[in-house]
């Protein structure tokens, strides 16, 4: 039985922090209130080295920390005074006749395990920072939020010294349920965090039995996919990657979920020429509609632009270099939603800076593109979990099927256009040339229509810029997966292609060679497909 007894007068808070930021602050307005502080360890010594009267766990408990301090709180005395129903009369005599105190505040933030993992500690330290006492009196102060508050989070001292302030040194329940909700947020994250890191790091499980995954929530989003639609950006807790999630943004509106997503698309794609050429990449509803490398930033935005200047309105662009004033005035010529890049210098932000409504992402270093990890797509009823897709090719992993090799350059172009083809919804064609796109096919039902589409996308990417023939000939041309017929490969030979790279494993991959031998192509297969859906 439990009933409403807000507010509750503060008379004693137990402190156990491994964050001291803001302890001290705290412990003058408990004093100030007359309420008794009984702390651990380095936060007592924290809080008596601030002038405060502190009494030992160990003089509430009468038994001494032990155990090189992995036994203190774990006490009648402490989860007796958390624990009791303050008006359940069997309750009350047992802690008369245990002699036990009511606790009323519990301020715990625990073991930095997350920080011992991602610093590189061995295995030992990781272990010694799994913390039990504290986990067990949040838990304990958090089903008895009827009657004790609990707080986790340093960021919540502040509301909790007003709230004392204003209620006479005492808290609403509305405000316990509160912290009650954010402390099992709290121990069910670290709880994950542990899980996690016995499974994947200590096990080396790629699947585990259960899979725990928890985040904290950065920001809402003004709307999801679209505007009927909710969204929000959480962060994994514990040790990530860095990624777009974590970008500084430097101006412009704030970021909806669909900038995200497309923002995402292109960074990932950039970072496969992070240790490459200067780079850039366009994307326009998560597929890349122009992607060139040249040698400078400048070179290589006009010629990603040239690609597909129609998509390009309204897109979003990723680089792989720090932007400089050239590139900057060439991306604001046309209407761009977010742009990504490691660093700006003074004369791009300058020039940004007059474009009030353009996002600009600063992301520091760039992702690894081989860098492991899960992957999660909700279904319904469940979810679908894969590993990343970090597989590369390289010149070495090539087989040539057809009589004739491909030339150094057409081998160039033909794994510049397999990476880009990598980040290309399926069914995904693209042609390549010299360092840059010329036609890109995405997301169509069959190849054959992703070969046409992105062939006539190059055309009238030439028409545009005046040039005498469109990029495709003399290009190689990427599919994400086999070509089932021969079909799909005469139309990138009736686009001028003359070097095709492509999975192999289709049962008609003779006819397919067959008739790329007939056209004098150079075909290699790589072995491996990139499905993007």
């Known amino acids: 039985m439990t009933t409403d007894i807000s507010p509750v007068k503060l008379t004693r808070a137990l402190l156990s922090v491994s964050d001291k930021a803001g302890l001290v602050e705290l412990g003058q307005a408990l004093a100030r209130h007359g309420v008794e502080l009984v702390s651990t360890g380095g936060t007592a010594r924290a809080l008596r080295e601030a002038g405060l009267d502190v009494r030992d766990i160990s003089d509430l408990t009468g038994f001494p920390e032990m155990m090189d301090g992995r036994v203190k709180t774990l006490h009648p005395k402490v989860h007796g005074g958390l624990l009791a129903v303050r008006d359940n009369p069997e309750h009350v005599a047992s802690m008369q006749e245990h002699e036990i105190g009511a606790i009323d505040l519990v301020v715990v933030n625990l073991y930095p395990f997350a920080a011992t993992v991602a610093k590189g500690a061995d295995r030992d330290e990781i272990i010694e920072n799994i913390d039990i006492g504290g986990p067990s009196m949040v838990r304990s102060a958090a089903k008895n939020h009827a009657s004790v508050a609990i707080v986790t989070d340093p960021s919540d001292y502040a509301e909790l010294i007003e709230a004392l302030d204003a209620d006479g040194g005492a808290t609403t329940l509305g405000f316990r349920r509160r912290l009650a909700a954010k402390a099992y947020s709290a121990t069910a994250a670290y709880d994950a965090m542990i899980s996690q890191w016995f499974a994947f790091a200590d096990q080396q499980q790629v699947f585990p039995d259960m899979l725990a995954v928890t985040a904290n929530k950065r920001e809402e989003l003004r709307y999801g996919e679209n505007p009927h639609q909710k969204a929000a950006l959480y962060i994994p807790a514990g040790p990530h990657a860095r990624g777009i999630a974590q970008a500084e943004q ?25 240790d490459g050429p200067p780079t850039v990449v366009i994307v326009k509803h998560a597929n890349p509609c122009g992607v060139a490398s040249a040698d400078t930033l400048i070179e290589a935005c006009q010629a990603a632009l040239a690609c597909d200047s129609v998509s390009a309105f309204g897109g979003i662009i990723a680089v792989n270099r720090p932007l400089d004033g050239p590139t900057a005035e060439a991306i604001s010529g046309i209407f761009t939603e977010v742009v990504a890049a490691p660093d700006a210098d003074e004369d791009a932000r300058a020039i940004f800076a007059k474009k009030k409504n353009l996002r600009l992402l600063l992301t520091g270093e760039l992702p690894d593109p081989a860098r492991g ?40 172009d ?118 993007r859906h």
């Not at 430097?250 to 992070?274: I, M, T």
């Not at 008609?508 to 072995?527: C, N, P, Q, S």
Request: net charge neutral; with cysteine.
């Open 250 to 274: 430097l101006q412009g509106k704030e970021l909806s979920y669909n900038n995200y997503n497309d923002a995402d698309a292109a960074l990932e794609l950039v970072s496969e020429f992070r």
């Open 414 to 531: 033909c794994l510049f256009a397999w990476t880009v083809a990598k980040h290309v919804k399926s069914n995904a064609i693209v042609y390549a040339k010299g360092g840059s796109t010329a036609g890109v096919g995405a997301g169509q039902m069959n190849r054959l229509e992703s070969a046409r589409i992105a062939a006539w996308k190059a055309k009238d990417a030439a028409e545009k810029a005046g040039w005498a023939e469109p990029r495709t000939i003399g290009s190689a041309v990427a599919s994400d997966a086999f070509f089932p017929f021969a079909d799909g490969l005469l139309a990138a030979v009736e686009a001028g292609a003359t070097a095709v790279i492509q999975p192999g494993g289709s049962i008609r991959d003779e006819e397919v060679i067959a008739a790329a031998d007939e056209a004098g192509l150079a075909m290699v297969f790589t072995g491996m497909r990139h499905f």
């Open 373 to 412: 990890g899960l992957m999660l797509k909700t279904i319904a009823g469940g979810y679908l979990v894969q590993s990343r897709d970090n597989g590369r090719v390289t010149r070495e992993m090539l087989k040539t099927v057809t009589r004739r090799a491909p030339t150094e350059q057409e081998l160039t």
